[in-house]
Every structure is written in C-alpha cells, then in structure tokens.
C-alpha cells in the first residue's frame, strides 16, 4: 500500500513539475481565438504585431526558406486584414510563390492587392509583376499544380491579361495587356478571339503606339484564319480591309512594305479560292455559275497567275463536260502557280 502511495505522489509530483515549468520545444499545431488550428513550422512563424510578424516573414524570404515566408506573411494576413504591414505582405507573398514556380498563384495574391488595397504604394508593383507572369505563360512557361509544372500556360495568361485590362484598363499596362491577350489567342489558334482582343484595343487606344501593331496583327490573324482550312473567302476579305485600313491609317509606318506584301499574297489567294470555285461549278456542268467566278477572278486581278488561267477558261469555245471524279484542292501555298 505504502509503495503505491508513494508512486502516486511521485506521478503527481511530476505532472505539477511539468504544467509549472514546460520545456521550450516547438509546437507545430497552435490554436488561436479567431484563427483555430493553424500549422506552424517549428513554432517559429508567428509575432506579436504586424510589422513584427512583416518582418519575420522578409527574414525567411532573405534565407530563401519561402515556405517559412510564405507561412508567416499568409499568418499576417489572415490575422491582421486591416493593417497597414498586410498590404506588403501580400506583395512579399506573391514574391515567395513566383520563387518556389507557383507563378499563378503569385498573380491571384498581387491581384487581392490590388483589389483590396486599390491605394496602397505597392499597386504599380503589383500591376507590373501580374504582367510579368502573364508573359511568362505566353513565352510557353508550364503552370505548376501542386510539384508539377507540366501544365499549358496559355489559358493563366488569357485570365492574366483579361483581369489586368477589367482593372486597369487606363494604367500604362492596359494597351499592353490588351495585345498580348490578341496574341495568346493567336498562339491558341482561336483567330477570331484574337482579332476581337486587337480590335479592342484600336477603339479603345486610338492614339497608343500599340494601336498601329494591333491593326497591323488584325490583318495578319485574319490571314491565319483564311489560311487555316479550306479557302474562307469572308476570312480573306476581311484581311484586305483590315491591310487596306492601315494603310489609310499609318501610311508612313515602316510596316507599310510588309502591309504591301501581305496584301499581294491575299490577292494570290483570293484568285486561287475563286479560281476553284468556278472550276468546282464547270466539273458540275454550270457553265453560266463558273463564269462568273472566272469573271471575278479576271476583274481583281487579270495579270496574275490565277487571272491568267481564268482567262483561257473563259475563252474556251466549247465548256468542260461534267467530270464527276473531280475533287476540290484546298489552298496550300499563294505562290503555288495553276
């Protein structure tokens, strides 16, 4: 009995020996009033006011141990919204998540800046390292999800440049952001998309730098999508008017020899999507449908190589007999000769 009192005593004893002097170990899980449960990395990331707990987070990024940043500036955050120290934080946040190659989650923390904090110092940063993040993804960086960063970027920098342009339509980053939207969709092959995105940025930058490229990339993303298929007369048509309309525009742009060019090419293929047209109608035995395809081919251009042939088409005495073995040949190259 004696020996079991004794050891009773002693577990006591030790109990009251351990709650009135704990040893200073790390405490991974710590619960606070508003917070609960949160996950400190070796009890290490968390102060006791703002600036403090800035501070401790610009320490970590310093060492390069973002993940001890990261934990300590989302600390601040979450329990100091309001403060002035927060608004770095979040800049500093998405610094920390750029260097680990979390560049999309970066771009959502500087875009919480700048909608939360519309007047903070840190809003040009932020705008300016959003962009830089889009462009990234543009350039054929991998958006990173989880470890793996084996994921297309391209649709990021669709959402990328589309909140900049929504936010800041009027900063010195809105024209910008507005023709890389054009040539993401580009780079997507959504032609129509991208003409919408330049088109966009003509009526509204009329008087930006920028408005002459992006009238210049309306013609040439127009081209793409005539070229993309089978002939797309409407597509082509709409490529001259947009080259035509630059020329009106900026007739002394040093882009006015490749407009030049490009217009020439446009005629080739314009005489070629014709030319076929009416071949197609004359292997159906329509002499009269034929005709006038061949006329409109002769009437654009009759010294071309398609205005040529066009030409003797017409000029034969008797027409084509219908040849139903006849295939209809896609345009694949405007210097291609009939």
């Known amino acids: 009995m004696m020996s079991m009192r004794k050891s009773f005593f002693w577990l006591v004893a030790a109990a009251f020996l351990a709650l009135a002097f704990p040893p200073d170990c790390p405490a991974p899980l710590v ?28 320490t970590y990024q310093s060492q390069k141990d973002y993940d001890s940043a990261i934990v300590a500036y989302r600390r601040l955050i979450r329990r100091w919204p309001t403060a002035y120290a927060t608004q770095e934080a979040r800049l500093h946040l998405g610094e920390c998540l750029s260097a680990l190659g979390f560049h999309y989650k970066a771009s959502l923390e500087y875009q919480d800046l700048i909608e939360k904090h519309p007047n903070s110092e840190f809003l040009e940063t932020a ?52 023709l890389r939207l054009g040539m993401v969709y580009e780079k997507l092959k959504q032609y129509p998309e ?15 730098p920028l408005a002459e490229t992006a009238q210049f990339a309306m013609g040439v ?11 797309d007369a409407t597509s082509a048509n709409k490529a001259v008017t947009a080259f035509q309309d630059f020329l009106i525009r900026y007739p002394k742009s040093d882009r006015v020899p490749d407009v030049e060019k490009h217009l020439v090419s446009l005629k080739q293929e314009q005489g070629r999507g014709l030319f076929h047209i009416g071949e197609f109608y004359e292997k159906q035995g329509n002499a009269k449908a034929a005709a006038i395809y ?21 000029a ?22 009939p």
């Open 194 to 208: 991208a003409v919408m995105a330049y088109e966009k940025l003509v009526e509204r930058y009329p008087q930006d």
């Open 127 to 178: 705008l300016q390292r959003e962009f830089e993040i889009g462009n990234l993804f543009l350039s054929g960086e991998k958006h990173r999800v989880w470890r793996l960063q084996i994921f297309s970027g391209y649709d990021k920098a669709v959402e990328i440049f589309e909140r900049i342009v929504k936010t800041a339509p009027y900063s010195k980053l809105g024209p910008e952001a507005q």
């Open 316 to 337: 034969r005495p008797t027409p084509v007999s219908k040849d139903t073995s006849f295939k209809y040949t896609p345009f694949k190259s405007s210097t291609e000769e």
């Open 31 to 58: 619960w606070r009033p508003g917070e609960g449960w949160t996950y400190e990395k070796g009890g290490t990331t968390s102060a006791k006011t703002p600036q403090e707990q800035l501070e401790l987070g610009k």
């Open 294 to 314: 061949y006329n409109e081919v002769i009437a654009q251009n009759p010294h071309s190589p398609w205005g040529v042939a066009a030409q003797q088409k017409v």
């Open 221 to 231: 993303a127009y081209e793409k999508q005539a070229g993309s298929a089978d002939y």
